[in-house]
């Protein structure tokens, strides 16, 4: 038995409760026995829209999905369906969700008379509000229409605001533990539009939810058997679509969550999870607030998604505040590592929540639940034995239910005693076969057995049994006749070939079709407004008489008061007379109108006479055409047969030949494994080539990128160099003025005599030590100017050692090498400056001692020797002012930092 399943999504694109049992089930049905096929839609890059691939997954059933971009509209959706049933031949199709499919696909199988069944997992005939809440998280009852309408109105009032994201419809207001989302102006016209107090748009929502809502209605009427998850579904849905739905729970599959490790085995905190989506109507907020009540012997992990945004940031900066895991998204392959990490569940939900597979999951692996306190969810856990209920959206309920699993001893081993094993989606995949097949079986009662001749009744069982298999499978039966027919005949054309030619574009055998196909259509859509039309018809009829017997009545009336005129004035005898007279006009005009539409009936009738003729005719047609099909194909197999007799003939008069084609193909075959090897050599070669190729190019690109590097190094190393020199030669200029000033005080002291009454010895004493002091300045700028030019040497010697295709040296040690050169070149000219303050000291003091040893006119000469200082040299940047602190931070390469001999260092400046 074929089945269909019609379903919103399905992994691995979309992961939700009702799409992942599906994939379950239709799991299951395979394992079963069925042949399954699903249609779900899906939005794929670069595809047409409402175009159609299929997938076979690897548990043996087919997946067909149909390309949709947002909304999808009702006609391209039913054509999409149409073809897939008409591809597909399904024997009963399975409806778990049409969110995204629509009413319209309800309708294309109802045309083809296929059996249904139907699975409700939320309010989706009834309401377009799904889980039934308001956007301030209030829920409302299944059948309120005019609530439906008025959050419809609200929903549209929350698309215009800004800054709420991908809101699903809901937003949080006085909710525990989070900022309300919208600003009190907002809140209060939300608040308004629920309370029915805005009409702005009201009534033309009133007006589409009603006309849904009755759509709905008789589109669900048309399906066999209707089934609810859980009984208060069923009940609220059969009260509301006016027919019977049946209470079936689901099944899942439950072998890979059996065998985790108990509960609470850890020794540890007490694990508390939530599995799903992190949606506003889930109540997380209320989960992690009732968490940041407890102490911290409890621990809180959250696994799930949204594209809610906004929300889900809000979540994580709670979560952050309380000490609670969030987790993100999950994959299904991922549960039982999820749950092992758990030792119970909380199912938080603020809306008339139905029958949660994650609930099943969670006492397949024997771990606890806790709930809210809803009509469904009492159902599904039983409060104190497998376990416990709380207050809905209540924080403070759900803590203290936590608090008691915490504090109260045997508690939790008693809730995991008491669980019971959920039902296997094998066992509901059981039940719903039997389903299956009593649909399948009252189908075929119903279905007329036409009457044919004795002569085609083979053939037309053969065609009924073709009629009914799927396009792929007709294809493959019509490809192997093909090839059987074309040995016997001796065709060379392959069968695909012959096939493409029969039914291409502009021949005979597809024009007909076509015609036939047209035809058929015309006869659908005549037949249709025929009913339509005489329903209306009879409406009216029925209507007409319902006048007419009250205007006979009024007659009547009026009859009778006339021939009791004595007990009226004449004025009243004169009004029934005329109202008399009006009202048989009236019935006169009723009784015409009466007879129009008996005439209209009678052509209705006399039109749907002649349709039900046509297509008793184009059933004849279809026979006649069966028949001499049949006639044709007898004649063909007669040509079949003799063709056989003239190929068995061929056949021994060419047994040599196939000998020589025999070793001709041999070599052939030789020739061709040797072309094959050669060119699988010339590939490896080529590609061999192509990556020598590429790795030349990356060593050519690196090689062009180190010359580069190497380039703007040597740059910046002779603009330092420059530098120094600069600096080296003002040096020189400050010691040949120090040196000449030397020999001029020292021919000074040894040629002139200290004047008469004066003690010249404690001057000559400051002169000498003056004198000894800068000879030793001198000798330290004379092994500064060594360091300098050794530090020259090597820089230059590594730049000439340095090849362009070296990129180590350049790229690396050489900026540390000026590096270090620009904080000694920096330091130096702190201890020039520091030396030249000295200096200027020293030249004060010799000023005193010039006044009063040289004459005023040799003391004037002396100080017009004023030293003229050289040009100062550029500083370059300091990269490390600091000397390294150990040996390996000196740089590599021969390049330490340090102080030349003879210039003291930072401590001996301190002391």
């Known amino acids: 038995m074929r089945i269909g399943i019609f379903v919103h999504g399905l992994p691995p694109r979309s992961t939700h409760g009702v799409e992942s049992h599906t994939q379950a089930f239709a799991e299951a049905l395979v394992r079963a026995g069925y042949s399954v096929e699903v249609l779900a839609p899906c939005c794929l890059p670069g595809r047409a829209l409402y175009s159609q691939r299929r997938e076979l997954h690897g548990s043996g059933y087919g997946v067909t999905w149909v390309q949709v971009e947002g909304p999808a509209d009702p006609r391209h959706m039913a054509r999409a369906v149409g073809a897939f049933l008409d591809r597909e031949r399904p024997d009963v199709v399975h409806l778990q969700h049409m969110i995204h499919l629509g009413a319209a696909a309800i309708e294309e199988v109802a045309q083809r008379k296929i059996p249904m069944v139907y699975t409700a997992h939320d309010f989706y005939p009834v309401h377009e509000t799904l889980n039934l809440i308001r956007p301030d998280l209030v829920p409302f009852e299944c059948g309120d229409l005019e609530m439906q309408a008025r959050v419809n109105q609200a929903r549209g009032f929350l698309d215009k605001l800004s800054g709420l994201g991908d809101h699903h419809g809901t937003v949080l207001l006085d909710q525990p533990g989070l900022a309300n989302q919208l600003g009190e102006a907002s809140a209060v016209t939300l608040r308004a539009i629920l309370d029915g107090q805005r009409d702005g748009g009201l009534e033309e929502a009133r007006n589409e939810v009603r006309l849904r809502a009755e759509v709905m209605r008789e589109t669900f009427a048309k399906v066999g058997r209707h089934f609810a998850t859980s009984g208060m579904l069923a009940r609220s849905l059969g009260r509301e679509l006016g027919r019977a739905v049946e209470l079936r729970p689901s099944g899942i599959r439950s072998d890979h969550l059996s065998a985790l490790p108990p509960a609470c085995s850890h020794g540890g905190p007490l694990r508390i999870g939530f599995i799903g989506g992190l949606l506003k109507h889930k109540g997380v907020h209320v989960l992690l607030e009732a968490f940041a009540q407890l102490d911290r012997s409890a621990e809180l992990h959250i696994h799930g998604a949204s594209h809610d945004r906004v929300y889900v940031r809000l979540l994580r900066e709670r979560a952050a505040e309380v000490g609670a895991v969030m987790h993100g998204e999950y994959s299904r392959g991922e549960l039982p590592e999820i749950l092992a990490g758990l030792d119970l569940l909380v199912v938080p939900s603020l809306w008339v929540e139905n029958a949660p597979y994650v609930i099943r999951e969670a006492f397949a692996a024997h771990r606890p639940v806790l709930v809210s306190d809803t009509e469904a969810l009492r159902e599904s856990v039983r409060d104190g034995e497998d376990g416990l209920l709380f207050a809905q959206g209540d924080a403070a309920a759900l803590s203290a239910a936590l608090r008691r699993l915490v504090d109260e001893d045997g508690l939790f081993g008693q809730l995991v005693t008491g669980i019971n094993a959920p039902l296997s989606i094998d066992a509901e995949a059981r039940a719903y076969g039997q389903t299956y097949g ?17 002569s085609v009744e083979p053939f037309a069982e053969r065609y009924a049994a073709l009629e009914v298999l799927p396009t792929r499978d007709l294809f493959e039966k019509v490809q192997t006749g093909l090839e059987k027919l074309g040995t016997c005949m001796g065709v060379a054309q392959a069968p695909a070939d012959l096939l493409t030619q029969a039914v291409s574009s502009g021949s005979p055998t597809r024009d007909l079709l076509l015609d036939h196909d047209r035809a058929l259509e015309w ?3 005549s037949l249709a407004d025929v009913e339509h039309a005489r329903d209306e018809m009879e409406k009216r009829a029925s209507w007409f008489q319902e006048q007419l017997a009250s205007a006979e009545k009024r007659a009547q009336w009026l009859s009778q008061q006339v021939d009791h005129g004595e007990s009226t004035t004449g004025v009243e005898r004169d009004w029934l007379k005329e109202s008399k007279q009006d009202l048989e006009q009236e019935r006169d005009w009723l009784r015409r109108q009466q007879a129009e539409t ?17 297509a008793q005719k184009m059933r004849e047609w279809a026979e006649d055409s069966i028949q001499k099909a049949g006639e044709e194909t007898e004649k063909a197999n007669q040509a079949m047969r003799e063709a056989a007799a003239e190929t068995e003939k061929a056949n021994a008069a060419g047994a040599e030949a196939a000998e020589d084609a025999q070793k001709a193909q041999e070599w052939t075959a030789e020739s061709r494994e040797q072309t094959t090897a050669e060119n699988e050599w010339l590939k490896e070669t080529a590609e061999e080539l192509r990556r020598e190729n590429r790795w030349l190019q990356e060593k050519a690109d690196d090689g062009e990128a ?26 020189r200029g400050v010691l040949e003025s120090r040196q000449q000033e030397l020999r001029w005080i020292r021919e000074r002291l040894t040629g002139d005599a200290v ?36 530090e020259l040497a090597t820089i ?16 690396d040690e050489l900026p540390r090498a000026l590096a270090s050169m620009r904080a000694a070149a920096a330091r130096s000219m702190g201890e020039l400056v520091w030396r030249r303050k000295e200096m200027l000291a020293a030249r004060e003091g010799s000023d005193r001692l010039l006044a009063r040893l040289a004459a005023p006119e040799l003391a004037d ?51």
Do not use: C
């Open 598 to 614: 008996e005439k209209t009936n009678v052509w209705l009738r006399e039109s749907l006479d002649q349709a039900e003729q046509e």
């Open 861 to 911: 000469r002396i100080r017009s020797w004023e030293l003229t200082p050289g040009p100062s040299a550029p500083v370059p940047p300091v990269v490390d002012p600091e000397p390294p602190s150990s040996e390996k931070d000196e740089p590599e390469g021969g390049l330490h930092w340090s102080a030349p001999d003879g210039i003291p260092s930072d401590d001996e400046e301190e002391s």
């Open 706 to 731: 180190a010359i580069t590097a190497a380039q703007a190094s040597a740059t910046e190393a002779t603009r330092a160099l420059a530098a120094l020199a600069q600096e080296r030669d003002w040096m």
């Open 796 to 811: 230059a010697s590594i730049l000439e050692s340095q090849s362009p295709g070296s990129e180590a040296l350049v790229a």
């Open 755 to 790: 004047p008469e009454g004066e003690d010249s010895s404690k001057d000559h004493a400051a002169i000498f030590a003056a004198h000894e002091a800068l000879e030793r300045e001198l000798l330290a700028m004379h092994s500064h100017e060594r360091w300098l030019y050794t």
């Open 438 to 454: 009593d649909l399948v079986r009252d189908a075929q009662v119903k279905k007329p057995v036409p009457v044919l001749p004795a």
């Open 523 to 525: 006869l659908r859509k």
